[in-house]
């Protein structure tokens, strides 16, 4: 296991086209978490799951944006109908459940929509 | 609400030197952790150093430690003899109790250590 995985690691598609991207956990995780960060900010917490359950979203994640994690293994983040302002850098990190606070992040997936 | 506060957008420091990085929190939250995170250049975020906030000694991990001030909820990030590979942005970050494990992070300070 070498880690969190993210594919694609590059997307760019144009305004309105829906996207999906994936992300591996670490294996022994039951906890997932999407970021999204734009450029020069700190990532800001879109969802997160425990196993398949998911238990947050953000008030950022607005209607065009779901995830799902099924099995509780890995998850996707579809976005439909991209808009400009979804251009950012999307980070799916992992984690084991309450007791361990050390979150493994993936190289995250950068999204620009033209 | 929990924040976390970056004030320094950019710093820079020549190459075996020491720097300070600084952050600033708040909650209403007894039960906490705080945490420095790397992202180098196009590459993952990747842990630095971890402080519970129940404790009172100061992490430390190598060259890498931290100055808590709990009262001040101040939380700083000293690199003693930096290296060309400590260039990188960091990340202050706060995980509360109630959080259900997400984090809260700073806006980020990019650091460039210079030859």
């Known amino acids: 296991d070498t880690g969190v995985s993210q594919d694609p690691r590059h997307k760019i598609t144009k305004r309105g086209q829906n996207v999906t991207f994936r992300c591996d956990p670490i294996?022994?995780?039951?906890?997932l978490y999407w970021y999204r960060q734009t450029l020069g900010q700190g990532p800001e917490f879109l969802t997160y799951?425990?196993?398949?359950?998911?238990?947050?979203k953000s008030r950022l994640l607005s209607d065009r944006f779901s995830a799902e994690r099924p099995k509780g293994s890995f998850s996707t983040l579809e976005i439909q109908r991209t808009e400009q302002g979804d251009s950012a850098m999307y980070l799916c990190a992992s984690s084991f459940t309450v007791g361990s606070t050390e979150a493994f992040f993936g190289q995250g997936t950068r999204l620009t929509v033209v | 609400a929990q924040t976390v506060t970056q004030s320094q957008p950019e710093m820079s420091v020549q190459e075996a030197e020491t720097v300070t990085l600084s952050c600033t929190y708040d909650t209403s939250e007894s039960n906490y952790y705080l945490f420095w995170y790397k992202q180098p250049p196009s590459r993952q975020m990747i842990l630095v150093i971890r402080q519970e906030a129940y404790k009172q000694q100061n992490a430390t991990e190598n060259r890498f430690s931290v100055n808590f001030q709990k009262a001040a909820k101040s939380f700083s990030l000293k690199i003693s003899d930096s290296q060309l590979g400590d260039t990188a942005m960091y990340f202050c970050a706060f995980w509360g109790s109630s959080n259900t494990g997400k984090l809260i992070f700073g806006q980020g300070t990019t650091l460039q250590v210079k030859p």
């Open positions: 799951f425990q196993n398949e359950a998911q238990l947050e």
């Open positions: 294996s022994e995780h039951n906890r």
